[in-house]
């Protein structure tokens, strides 16, 4: 299996900042995904974190409001920019395609928990 | 991406055995159904996962019928711990983006 870290855990954050949450990951992974998931609903899809390249988002996220990078196979970030109360949520990083080892189990971090006042 | 339909709650009683059924009708060829569970405020954890007839491993097990348009997770004597969601996922294993849906909420009672 895969350890997944995330930082922050947790993080109460100012109308219109940014913040970056980090994904690192302690296997070498081919995929990496980023969810949202706010108070009481499912998991939404963000976007496929592409190593090297410019990540894929789904309908209704954007690059400007999401940047997200991916500078190798074991990290990633995304950056929720100029952020408002609507994007209060717990961001989750997802691995997928552990480097050597067979099978296609989706791993999970624990999520990063942004509040925005 | 085949869309899959849960209940969206169960209620069970420790030591029962729970059934959930996930009812994907358009699945494809080639995928896999996969069963997750989480307990709030952590990440999704993997339960199991399957093509077809029965997995089991040493959490739950899957039943898969012939069609394939369905599948029925099962927890043997549930506990308290046991309250979480589920959620029932259907791709193409292996380098492909996972879809949730609204999944179920299994609620144990003492």
């Known amino acids: 299996s895969a350890v997944i870290s995330q930082k922050p855990s947790r993080d109460i954050c100012q109308r219109g900042t940014s913040l970056t949450i980090q994904c690192q990951v302690d296997?070498?992974?081919?995929?990496m995904f980023w969810y949202r998931q706010q108070p009481g609903q499912s998991l939404t899809l963000i976007a496929t974190?592409?190593?090297?390249?410019?990540?894929?988002?789904e309908s209704g996220f954007v690059i400007d409001k999401f940047p997200i990078s991916r500078p190798n196979l074991t990290f990633s970030t995304l950056t929720v920019s100029n952020m408002s109360p609507e994007d209060s949520s717990i961001y989750l990083c997802?691995?997928?395609?552990?480097?050597?080892?067979?099978?296609?189990?989706?791993?999970f971090g624990e999520g990063s928990w942004l509040t925005v006042v | 991406l085949a869309k899959t339909t849960q209940p969206i709650s169960m209620d069970s009683y420790e030591g029962q055995e729970v059934n959930i059924t996930c009812s994907h009708n358009?699945?494809?060829?080639?995928?896999?159904i996969t069963w997750y569970q989480q307990f709030p405020s952590q990440g999704p954890r993997f339960i199991i996962q399957?093509?077809?007839t029965k997995v089991t491993n040493e959490v739950a097990s899957l039943f898969i019928p012939a069609d394939r348009k369905s599948s029925t997770l099962s927890l043997p004597r549930v506990s308290l711990s046991d309250t979480a969601v589920y959620y029932c996922?259907?791709?193409?294993?292996?380098?492909?983006?996972?879809?949730f849906g609204a999944g179920t909420r299994l609620f144990v009672k003492a």
């Open positions: 997802s691995v997928e395609g552990l480097l050597g080892v067979p099978g296609n189990t989706i791993y």
């Open positions: 399957g093509y077809k």
């Open positions: 974190a592409n190593q090297g390249s410019e990540a894929t988002y």
């Open positions: 996922l259907v791709g193409v294993a292996g380098g492909f983006k996972t879809i």
């Open positions: 296997s070498q992974v081919t995929m």
């Open positions: 358009n699945i494809a060829t080639n995928d896999y």
